[in-house]
């Protein structure tokens, strides 16, 4: 039963939350204007740039818990229709860790209307490098009996990939796609060092697809941003989407905001709790609060897990820092955060 009850758990908390740890996880940073994080076609969306740092940690009291750290930059080259960006991340959990770089180059479209109008499509591609490893050092098995399945040592890979993206801005309204980890890759991390690595199977499908749309109703001091976010994994079908709502408020210094989202598999894991079965699906809820202060930016969200079968109490904590530059004017007559 313990046994069962582990390998439940590690469905809920890292299959889910992590989606085959290839890349960046996709968790909520997006909705504190790093929708570049996950969309290559954001890079250098506006006329200036932006510079977005992030800290992620879930469950302080567990050792080894999971944690992410981002840093990223992007910008538009000059008066052109060019945008670049550069994403650095390292993303750590328990035994495997994961460290790379993501350079991006994105052609924004502009399309009929007035200059003052922001009517674009935008096409964004990002050519990733990820190295991967794995410490099996600490692995012991029982009797001092040889693993076939465990090197005993600690394993790093380099791979490849590319993410492609394509984003349309209408005023106030805006769409995203993206499809992620496009290359096929053996994995190889999880087959050298293996006494008989042929009988460790082979997945190389660690494409993820996502699609996002929003709008921001109101133009006066207060403005209210409904959206939805949409994940599959194609390998497992596995399927979420967020629910989101956030709330601006313009002041003196600048502008802060609040907000909610609300996430939900469509796939559930059975479990056994004495003499009865039950199912279990993963839900978030993760409230989100920020501000602009000139040209700074600060959040803070929270997530927490709801469901009867934990892994603890405790919740997943994020902060993300931000700078903007060069647009010292609002360039559009819309009210459009991402595009400003």
């Given at each position: ?23 960046i ?12 994080l996950?969309?290559p ?15 992620r940690?879930?469950?302080?009291d ?11 930059a992007?910008?538009?080259?000059g ?14 959990n328990?035994?495997?860790?994961q ?36 410490d ?23 791979y ?8 349309y ?30 009988n ?61 989202s ?27 609060i920020?501000?602009n ?11 927490y897990?709801?469901?009867?079968i934990?892994?603890d109490n ?26 400003q």
């Open positions: 039963m313990k046994l069962r009850l582990l390998v439940l758990l590690s469905v809920f908390t890292f299959g889910y939350q992590s989606f085959a740890q290839e890349g996880p996709v968790y909520f940073d997006y909705l504190a204007d790093n929708y570049y996950v969309y076609s954001m890079a250098g969306i506006g006329q200036g740039g932006k510079i977005r740092a992030t800290v940690q879930q469950w302080f567990v050792q080894d818990a999971p944690n992410l750290q981002t840093l990223n992007h910008f538009r080259l008066e052109s229709n060019s945008g670049i960006g550069a994403i650095i991340f390292n993303d750590a328990g035994y495997h860790a460290t790379g770089v993501k350079l991006t180059y994105a052609y924004h479209l502009k399309l009929a209307g007035d200059v003052r109008a922001l009517n674009q499509l935008s096409f964004g591609l990002s050519p990733t490098y990820l190295q991967s490893s794995l099996e050092s600490e692995f012991l098995s029982p009797g001092g009996v040889v693993d076939p399945a465990i090197s005993g040592s600690k394993l790093s890979e380099a490849y990939n590319v993410d492609i993206g394509m984003s801005n209408l005023m106030e309204f805006y769409a995203h796609f993206a499809a992620l980890n496009l290359l096929s890759t053996e994995r190889s991390l999880y087959r050298v060092g293996r006494l008989d690595p042929n460790v199977p082979v997945i190389d499908n660690l494409r993820r697809y996502l699609f996002s749309v929003g709008y921001v109703f109101g133009r006066n001091a207060v403005q209210l941003e409904p959206s939805v976010l949409f994940q599959l994994t194609d390998f497992t079908e596995e399927k979420t989407i967020d629910i989101n709502a956030k709330v601006y408020k313009d002041v003196d210094f600048g502008r802060i905001w609040g907000g909610l609300y996430r939900r598999s469509f796939d559930g894991a059975q479990f056994v709790d004495g003499d009865n079965f039950g199912e279990q699906r993963l839900q978030l809820f993760t409230p989100i920020g501000a202060i000139k040209n700074f930016m600060v959040s803070y969200n929270y997530s897990q709801s469901g009867t934990r892994l405790g919740g997943f904590h994020q902060i993300t820092l931000g700078y903007d530059f060069g647009q010292p004017e609002r360039k559009y007559d819309c009210y459009c955060p991402a595009a």
